[in-house]
């Protein structure tokens, strides 16, 4: 008894749907470089349910005749190449022929296109590979390919899709990945009917800035270089703007996202010495070489690739990214070319600092041409004003106290020294301002009535998809600070109000770092999610060593810092402020 049949195409194409679209996300990839393989200079992707009821692109391309219309839906149907030659040469995106008859076989298409020189287009249906109806249409120059239903005809497959919202940022990333590259071409991303996008062309900056954040813009180092081999051009994170997460690494080869570990390696091994512990920084980088050179083909999603040169790859690679950011951070190595660390010396073990306490003096003008007034020295200690406890103790001083006029020096950008009673006082102006944050914000928090200031301008943040997910968990937390913040699409939040005292140029940075600190373990031993949250927050938002800070600033900052209950340690219970003793000074 013969067993062997041959199976239908139908049920062929089905199978073989299987490895080029796994989900709604992989046939937005494929629809996009179809478009953008047509020479469409504009390309919008409208999905609905994340793809599942609908997938749509519209291009401006050039269009398709009558009989390729139906017939770009067989496999192997491709005008991209004709012998295996080509496939060595290729500057398309597809090439494989595979992508139409795979989406055409689990789900029902629409095809709308009409060639730029005919007056009328074609409209072409096929459901489950078999096509139901074609017919000349009146339609705009172009390609319109809209897919129904997505494995309509497949409920095991559509039984693996995830929730919507995870369907839906995986879109957003092949979209991310598509128009990242694609600057020069204008793209828009439309869900469930809401504009999520609308991307003009222009530089690869404006680009990253459109997607992401216009703080980008001032993150990046601009990488460019241009060898026999490879021309490279794209961004490299500015080091300070590292994260504790692989986020934002995107490698192109010949418009096309690649990944590429080797090559990513390159990227990072040009940071060495300049990342903390665990921090990846983020990237953009466009490389362009001879098809020759590659096989994209090892794979049908086509996002991983051999290069013939990898090592001399690696090594333009790897030494375009060092130039780019040793060129940059010379000039701001020359002006802060100053040692950071300060030295405190160690306190004896066994030694309890003792509370520090406060001095003023009352007669301080800093109008008066007295200049003996404003000499450091140990004052003494006015009778109303005495001592730090005194001071804590004193109810009405909630809000912050009015100034004690002590002056004060900042040491290297870093620390700020004020004279004490019980010594000189050197406190670390971030720590300081830590602490102070900190009580502001938990304040906030008991309040009923939240202290926020509605921002000019709302201020658009962006996070990767795992990113976005743990962030909408933390959005209760954050309104119950001060912010106002609203979901647009899977991965944007639109915040409208923050907490006095936050910058928005520094929100996103601000959140990113929250988001790694909450993912890091160093919080974990915080058993309530607000204080971690919190402690993150003040942290994050507290100034920085490196900033100058004016005489009245300092004075606001101690006097504010020693309002607070516990102003010896942050919130992290490091130390904010070492007293050196008279005697030591004596000595
Ligand atoms: P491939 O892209 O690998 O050639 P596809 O199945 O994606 O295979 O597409 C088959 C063919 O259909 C393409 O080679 C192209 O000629 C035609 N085609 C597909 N999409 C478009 C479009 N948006 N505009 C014009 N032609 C298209
Ligand atoms: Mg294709």
Partial sequence: MDLINILPDSVANQIAAGEVVDR???????LLENAMDAGATQIDLVVKDAGRTLIQVIDNGCGMSD?????????HATSKIHQSNDLFAIRTMGFRGEALASIAAISQVELRTRLHDNELGTQVIIEGSQIVSQQPTACPPGTSMAMKNLFYNVPARRNFLKKDSVELSHIEEVFRRVTLIHYDLGFTLTSNGKLLYDLKAGSMLQRISQLYSNTYKERFYSVEEETDLLKIKGFVGK?????????????????????????????????????GDHCYPSYFIGLQVDPSRIDINIHPTKTEVKFVDEHAMFAILRSAV??????FTLATELEFNTPAEFNIPPAPKGYVPPMPQISYNPNYNPFSSTPSQTHLHLEKVPKDFKTLNDLKNTKDLTPPPSLPKSTCLQVQNHYIVTPLTSGLAVIDQQRAHERILFDQLKQSNNQAIKQSQTLLFPVNCQ??????????????DLKDYGFAIDAMGQCTFVVTATPPDIKESELQECFDRMLADYKSSTLQKFN???????????????IKPG???SQE????LVADLFACPQADTTPNGKKIITIVKPEELLK
Avoid: W
């Fill in 24 to 30: 709604p996300a992989s046939a937005v990839k494929e």
């Fill in 67 to 75: 009989s390729d219309a139906r017939l770009c839906f067989e496999r």
């Fill in 239 to 275: 080091p300070e703007y590292a994260r504790k997460t692989r986020g934002e690494q995107y490698l192109f080869v010949n418009g096309r996202f690649i990944k590429h570990p080797a090559l990513s390696a390159a990227v990072e091994r040009a940071y060495e010495g300049m990342l």
């Fill in 322 to 327: 060092k130039k780019a950011l040793g060129q």
């Fill in 463 to 476: 996070f990767s998809a795992a990113d976005a997910d743990m962030f909408n968990e933390l959005l209760p």
């Fill in 528 to 542: 309530n999610r607000s204080q971690s949250l919190c402690t993150s927050l003040a942290r994050q938002m507290a």
């Fill in 547 to 549: 900033k100058t800070l």
């Fill in 553 to 556: 600033e300092m004075q606001q």
